[in-house]
């Protein structure tokens, strides 16, 4: 997430059934040091956008590694 390489957070949880759901993983992006924009993209906006436009197939060879 610091290196901008994070689109989306997500979750299978559900309220009353699957107790971990996105709005703790919106208070720890805080305290990795996003900003509150960044946290409501990455765990609303971002996924909202993935389920509604799907996702396109990615070259996984261009992809930049991480060490």
Not at 20 to 36: C, D, I
Not at 39 to 50: D, G, I
């Amino acid at each position: 997430m610091r290196n901008g390489l994070v689109y989306c957070l997500a979750s299978d949880g559900h309220p009353g059934t699957r107790e971990h759901t996105l709005q703790l993983g919106f208070h720890l992006l805080l305290a990795a040091g996003a900003s509150s924009a960044q946290a409501y993209r990455l765990t609303q906006s971002n996924p909202r956008f993935l389920l509604q436009q799907g996702i396109t197939s990615l070259d996984l060879e261009a992809l930049p590694t991480v060490s």
